[in-house]
């Protein structure tokens, strides 16, 4: 491990539960919690270290109660040119934590700006406390979003309210956010975490297989037409009649009681 991959380990605090969550906590507020390279390595690796492991179920991101991420190290994007954007591993790792297959919670407090939103544009679901802001002010800086904020960003929220937040790099705040679908939740300032973990625990306890399932299908509806999506959604749908948690939940559901899910 080179110092600059240590440093990333303690930049962002992993907390296993036994409920099945996973909670992934940005920590570096000196810096806002900027998305430095090694620091989004390190969220790819843990995820993908998460993909085979059972216990981890649903997994929850956040930061600092005053900032969740301002977006990507303004020193490592002044050091590169045309050549060097070109080059940049920094997509292969973004493709790598917007596969994760297991649902993935946002909670965000403070400011959620450049590639922080486009961090929680990977996310499934968000809680936002009442006091954040989302944002894509790259423009500001003579340059664009590139992970997201052009192409996900106005699946999301539209493309007026998307060419909003990027050609005028204004902030919007949570209750716009909730109102565009940005976010699913606002709560008080503060309780973010609380209530993404709440959810997260509730989508834990649900089956594991169908879950997986569930959430390729939904995010399928960006990039498939629909008569090919519904072809898929069925293929999906009857390949779970197959799974031991499939007969388990019919089980559980007929014998009034708790369903033992075996994610398999």
Do not use: Y
């Not at 956040?62 to 050549?83: Q, W």
């Not at 649902?103 to 406390?129: F, H, I, K, T």
Request: glycine share 10%.
């Amino acid at each position: 491990m080179t110092q600059t991959d240590a440093l990333a380990d303690t930049l962002i605090l992993v907390h296993r539960r036994e409920n099945g969550v996973l909670t992934l906590t940005l920590n570096n507020p000196e810096k806002r919690n900027a998305l430095t390279t090694p620091v989004l390595s390190r969220i790819a690796g843990i995820l993908d270290s998460c993909i085979d492991d059972p216990a981890v179920r649903c997994v929850v991101i956040t930061g600092s109660p005053k900032v969740f991420a301002a977006g990507a190290d303004i020193n490592e994007l002044a050091l590169k040119d045309v050549a060097g954007a070109l080059a940049d591993v920094r997509p292969g790792i973004w493709a790598r934590i917007r596969s994760f297959p297991k649902p993935v919670v946002a909670a965000v407090e403070g400011w959620c700006l450049g590639a922080g939103n486009e961090l929680l544009l990977c996310c499934d679901l968000a809680v936002a406390g009442a006091g954040a802001r989302f944002g894509q002010p790259e423009t500001n800086l003579g340059i664009m979003p590139g992970a997201g904020g052009t192409a996900t960003l106005p699946r999301v929220v539209g493309r007026m309210a998307a060419m909003s937040m990027v050609l005028l790099g204004q902030p919007i705040d949570a209750a716009t956010a909730q109102r565009l679908g940005l976010v699913l939740e606002v709560v008080e300032e503060g309780q973010a975490l609380a209530r993404a973990e709440e959810l997260a625990a509730t989508i834990a306890a649900r089956a594991p297989v169908a879950l997986r399932q569930a959430k390729a299908m939904v995010n399928a509806a960006f990039d498939l037409p629909h008569t090919a999506h519904l072809a898929a959604e069925r293929q999906a749908f009857s390949a779970l009649f197959g799974t031991e948690d499939k007969r388990e939940g019919i089980a559980a559901f007929m014998g009034k009681r708790d369903p033992a899910w075996k994610g398999a």
